[in-house]
């Protein structure tokens, strides 16, 4: 069971969590668009996961206690890098070649939407009026952002990658608190980076992606990659494991009416993606959704105990 968001200081821990992975998603798409320009969709994916399940694995080898995960916990956790890392990532990527990074955001952020539905439809678990109030105007704002940007060219197969990739997020999302996975944030991380990632570069030679880019790839896509690398998976998707243990789903997945906003603005500012009227009106009640939703999760009487979402 996941804890709402309380008002003492374990709000501090809480708020810097939300802050880095509302930063990391929202930079991501931008950092994703500049690496695909050189590096193949499945070896980027796969690169990246694996280069930070290896940085991760140097504090687990530095503590003095042994990392020995049990057997269940190694399955639980490639369960859900099924979702979270195959799908809402590798997939995803995928799909970005035919995107810009603006129109993935807002694709993405219906994932707060799928979760909250699938978990009332699955396990009649039915949201606040509050949270569902927060949802509705998010989901306003992003139609508002979709209707701005409807001029825009797209190919049906990378829509679908990336629907499928929320899809698979908001399965993740549901899914994962109901396995037995490790306690510790970065042991949980390590272990879905791995098994996602090994799959990613299994599917990368399947698909007969070529490696030249290695030797020949430039400077900025290499910070690129650097960036979604060590922001984007171990700092952001870390932020993320630590949320989806602590606080509701609609504030753990918060961060699909963020990056929008900040996805747009960077592509148009970096890449030249342009965005309209409608587009800013849309971001801007994303914004109020995340703000309504963050507000939902608190306790009515400041100081009291947390409830269980």
Known sequence: MAYSLRRDSGDYQILVA?????????????GFKIALDEIPPFSLAAVRVLSAAAILALP???R??????RKHQ??????????????????????????????VALIMSCVPMLSVALEAALFRRWPKRETVLALGIGLAGLLLIVRGSAGASATMVPLLLVLLGAVGWACGTILSARLRMPRDVLETTFLQFLSGGLVLAVLAGLMGESTTWVTSAGRDTYLALVWVIVIGSVLGFGSFVFLRERVDHALANSFFYTSPVIALALGAAIRGERFSAAELIGGSLAVLGVVLIVRSSMPSRPGGPSARS
Not at 18 to 30: D, H, K, R, S
Request: hydrophobic share 60%.
């Open 18 to 30: 939300l802050l880095v992975l509302w930063t990391a998603t929202g930079t991501n798409f931008l």
């Open 60 to 62: 687990l080898l530095l």
């Open 64 to 69: 003095a206690e042994a990392f020995r995960p």
């Open 74 to 103: 190694i399955i639980s956790c490639a369960i859900a890098a099924v979702f979270f890392v195959i799908l809402g990532q590798g997939v995803v990527v995928a799909g970005m070649q035919g995107l810009n990074s603006g129109q």
